[in-house]
């Protein structure tokens, strides 16, 4: 699952739309939407908008033995 569907499913879960979370982001809904169809987010993005929406980030490289790193 990408990262962009999992901000959809975060927006969904605090009841707000995009447009709100472009707002409390301090960027346009258009942009947002953009950087959404390219599923590109820096790790600094993605800590704004889990703060925004009162959760965390957790980023974990899976090697193919299964660790978590």
Known sequence: MGVAKKIKMLVVANEITMKD???RLGTSQPNLS????????????????AAV?????EINFITEDGTKI
């Open 34 to 49: 953009n950087k959404l169809k390219r599923d590109n987010f820096s790790e600094k993005e993605l800590e704004e908008i």
């Open 21 to 23: 979370l472009a707002e």
């Open 53 to 57: 929406c009162n959760a965390k980030v």
